[in-house]
């Protein structure tokens, strides 16, 4: 995890809570390299993820995720 200042943190950690608020919560996979949105209902992120990278595919795919996850 790249955390570049302390609003990065505070971000990452409001992130956290929103993906865990309601259900279906989002889970965030760890993997080697990039990031990814997949159909199952899960986001893919690579170790060294930055919280801008983070926003980025949250921001792309959330609603698709949550509609997939919701009908499921």
Same mark, same amino acid.
């Given at each position: ?6 609003? %990065?943190?505070?971000? =990452? ?25 997949? =159909? ?15 926003? %980025?595919? =949250? ?7 949550? =509609? ?5």
């Amino acid at each position: 995890m790249n955390l570049a200042s302390d609003a %990065d943190f505070w971000l =990452l950690e409001n992130l956290w809570k929103a993906m865990r608020d309601k259900p279906p919560p989002v889970p965030l996979v760890i993997a080697e390299s990039g990031y990814k949105a997949h =159909l199952a209902g899960f986001i893919q992120v690579p170790w060294d993820f930055t919280v801008d990278g983070l926003c %980025d595919i =949250l921001e792309e795919s959330w609603l698709q995720l949550w =509609l997939n996850v919701e009908r499921n």
